[in-house]
C-alpha cells in the first residue's frame, strides 16, 4: 500500500519561531510537493520538488523553504512563523512529472497553528 | 492558466438518493483527471484517476465520466450513505502541473 506520512498531526507554535515539517513517501516517486489549504481558497502550491536537491517555487513561496535530501523525504521550513501561517499543510508526490499520466498520493495533513 | 471549478459548493441529499458532482476545467489538452475524497481535518485520499483516453471509470459505487472536448467530469454516488459526507475535490493534470477545484462539500442525511 502506497504511503506518504506527515510527521506531526497537529502543531502549535509561537510567532517568530522556526517550523519544520517533514514528510516521507515510499513510493520511490521523483516528484513531492508541499500545498496549504484555507477554507474558500482551496489548495495552493508553495513549493515542489522533481528531483534530489532540486526544488520549483509555486503560487505562494513567501515565507517558506524547502529542504529534500533524500528522494523520500520533503521539508517545509517556516524560517519565522507568523499567525497568517496558521494553516492545513498537505504534503503530496506523484512519479515523473514527464509521465503522460500522473497520479498524486497526499499525506495526511499537519494542522499549524501559529499564536 | 488552467482553472478547475467545483460546483455547487455544497450538496445535502437523503440518504440512499444517487447523486452527481460536477467538475469542469478551461483547458482541455489535459493527461489525466483525478477525484479525491476528503474528510474534515485529514488528508485527500484519492478516489478515481481518467485518463484522457478514457471516458469513464468504476470503483464500487462510485462512477467518474470525462468529457475532455465538453471540459466536464462528472462523480455518480450511486444508492448515498451517511459514510460518504465529506468533501470530494477534482484535479486535473496538465502542463505538467496539478490544478485543483475547490471541491463540494457533501452531507448524507440518514
Known amino acids: 500500500d502506497v504511503k506518504v506520512t506527515q510527521s506531526s498531526r497537529y502543531l502549535v507554535k509561537r510567532t517568530g519561531e522556526k517550523v519544520f515539517l517533514e514528510c516521507v513517501q515510499d513510493?520511490?516517486?521523483?516528484?513531492m510537493f508541499w500545498y496549504r489549504q484555507d477554507p474558500g481558497l482551496g489548495l495552493r502550491l508553495i513549493y515542489f520538488?522533481?528531483?534530489?536537491?532540486?526544488?520549483e517555487k509555486g503560487d505562494i513561496p513567501e515565507g517558506y523553504s524547502v529542504s529534500r535530501e533524500k528522494k523520500e523525504r520533503f521539508s517545509l521550513i517556516l524560517e519565522s512563523a507568523s499567525t497568517n501561517q496558521t494553516s492545513m499543510y498537505l504534503c503530496?508526490?506523484?512519479?515523473?512529472?514527464?509521465?503522460?499520466?500522473?497520479?498524486?498520493?497526499f499525506g495526511p495533513g499537519t494542522r499549524l497553528t501559529v499564536l | 492558466k488552467q482553472e478547475v471549478t467545483q460546483i455547487p459548493a455544497a450538496l445535502s441529499v437523503p440518504e440512499g438518493e444517487n447523486l452527481v458532482l460536477n467538475c469542469s476545467f478551461t483547458?482541455?489538452?489535459?493527461?489525466?483527471l483525478q477525484w479525491f475524497r476528503q474528510d474534515p481535518g485529514k488528508g485527500l485520499t484519492s478516489l478515481l484517476l481518467i485518463q484522457s483516453s478514457q471516458r469513464e471509470q468504476t470503483s464500487g459505487r462510485l462512477n467518474a465520466s470525462l468529457d475532455k472536448s465538453s471540459g466536464r467530469s462528472t462523480l455518480y454516488i450511486a444508492a448515498s450513505q451517511p459514510g460518504d459526507s465529506a468533501t470530494y475535490l477534482c484535479a486535473v493534470f496538465s502542463g505538467n502541473q496539478f490544478y485543483f477545484g475547490t471541491g463540494t462539500s457533501l452531507t448524507v442525511i440518514p
Open positions: 520538488s522533481y528531483d534530489v536537491k532540486m526544488k
Open positions: 513510493m520511490d516517486h521523483e516528484n
Open positions: 483547458d482541455s489538452a489535459i493527461y489525466n
Open positions: 503530496a508526490s506523484s512519479p515523473l512529472l514527464g509521465l503522460k499520466v500522473n497520479e498524486q498520493f
